[in-house]
Nanobody, 125 residues
């Protein structure tokens, strides 16, 4: 059974850091694009970071560039989102996703078929 399970959300003060983790089962992450999305209250789903099949295919949304880092551990079949210098505007439900790249796809255009359950991140003093 294909499954992604997230962990690591919570409450953090502005300027603080948090690491989200996504554990995959039922498939090998190394063959798939991986991504993190978020949905803030009253807003639509926003892609914030993704990675294709190589480290040089990483993408970040402008809103998180320089503050968030996506990483993966294929041996553990997990991938993380390390968030630093968090702002109130980062408050959202964060979801991890994985998808198979079609020819010509980049990680930002890949269809993501496997999704985590979502984890709440709240940035507040």
């Amino acid at each position: 059974q294909v499954q992604l399970v997230e962990s690591g959300g919570g409450l953090v003060q502005p300027g603080g850091s948090l690491r989200l983790s996504c554990a995959a089962s039922g498939f090998a992450l190394g063959h798939f694009a991986i991504a993190w999305f978020r949905q803030a209250p009253g807003k639509g789903l926003e892609g914030i970071s993704c990675r294709g099949l190589s480290d040089d295919s990483t993408w970040y949304a402008d809103s998180v560039k320089g503050r968030f880092t996506i990483s993966s551990d294929n041996a553990k079949n997990t991938f993380d989102l390390h968030m630093t210098n968090l702002e109130a505007e980062d408050t959202a439900v964060y979801s991890c996703a994985a998808g198979r790249l079609n020819p010509g796809d980049t990680c930002s255009t890949a269809p993501y078929a496997a999704w985590g359950q979502g984890t709440q991140v709240t940035v507040s003093a």
